[in-house]
């Protein structure tokens, strides 16, 4: 290849760096929304940093975690399959998995015998065949709840929003009312490419599904899928429309628990409605004295709806 080439191919590798990193930001919110409470922002505005959080320390009782222990023993994982080997032999509908597969072969034959006509003749049949086959999928499933919490160990997290006025969120957030928000420019800031937008679900997350397990089991599935990135951004469904994201970082357990980040990045600060004024002052005076460009707001409430107006506390120009 001569040098021309060779000089073109980079160009052309760049080319579709450059496409790509541009269309990785494209897809970030113009702004990323801090919620926490007044001496917390206190302390992020005065050392420029953001303070990293294991999955436990987010209080959020259904996200696994280090302490999370797999929520299901080889008892159940027996019983879920004498459930379904019980479905797909006295059900109206063929079996799903593997014609190949050895239970799939038993369904198979057992339905064409007609041999059983309920659960506890099925149970009895199957108290032989299955426990070796139950112990081997169990095994299987405490790897794979191992490896997630390998996966765990040195992940450290950090929530945003895409809102900096919400009202749910200021109350759950940001000290019921009495907290402070941060708003920052996402698309200036390189630490915000790491973060990754929540997925909401009506189901908790799980390091292993007992069904998964169920279903590789019985031959309906060739591998349990595992995707933990995923599993570490889900969250209740209900929540759906505080549209958060999370910064995911590797972090070893002796390093820092913060990140830093440039004065440039504030857009703003929210003051919460329940804020007292010497605080509010005191908050003023900090982030005055880190930019004249850092548009400051105050909650106030509304006197006919449970609402919040954010009144400007300096000159600048509108958010």
Partial sequence: MNLSNIVALILLNLAVFYEESIDKMADLPPAFAYYGSFQGVMQILKHQSLPLFKSEE???????NQSTLLNFDSQALFERAVKYMTSAILGKSAPKGSPNHPLQKAIIRWRGDNRFSNEDEIREALVGLLPAMVDKSFNHAKDLHAEWLAFIENKRLLPFFENATDSELWLLEAERYAGVVIKFKSAEG???ERCVPVHYSKQPPKTVSLEDCVELMVGELNEIPVDFMRLLVTQNYQYRKQKEWRLIIERAPDDELCLNFPTELIQSIYIGAAVSKAKSEQMCLLVKKLSSKI???HAKCSEKSYEFSFLK???LSDD
């Avoid at 987010?58 to 696994?64: C, K």
Wanted: no cysteine; charged share 10%.
């Fill in 58 to 64: 987010l209080r959020d009782p259904f996200l696994p």
């Fill in 190 to 192: 390189a630490i915000f």
């Fill in 313 to 315: 506390q300096n000159g």
């Fill in 295 to 297: 548009n400051i707001f």
